[in-house]
């Protein structure tokens, strides 16, 4: 069933955010993507993770495990890409 239009309006806001603390240039987690949209068990959750996923992809961001904790952070064209 195809989304509605409130749906993939809804959507793009919960992208803007994820995308907005990626770009920050502080490094982070998928939990810290993930609750920027502020949705606890819903839709934000597969989003966060295809766009962590695509941002790897195209090397704009790296990953660091610390203990069992996986932390995510801007490469260099990552930098470049959001301005920090």
Do not use: H
């Not at 987690?29 to 996923?53: H, K, M």
């Not at 704009?60 to 904790?69: A, C, D, N, P, S």
């Amino acid at each position: 069933m195809p989304m509605t239009e409130s749906e993939v309006l809804e959507a793009a806001e919960r992208r803007a955010k994820m995308e907005a603390r990626m770009k920050s240039g502080e490094p982070f987690t998928f939990t810290q993507v993930f609750w920027t949209c502020g949705d606890s068990n819903g839709p934000g959750y597969r989003e966060a993770d295809r766009l962590i996923q695509r941002w790897r992809k195209d090397g704009l961001i790296e990953l660091k495990r610390v203990g069992r904790t996986t932390i995510w952070s801007l490469t260099k064209r990552g930098r470049e890409m959001a301005g920090v």
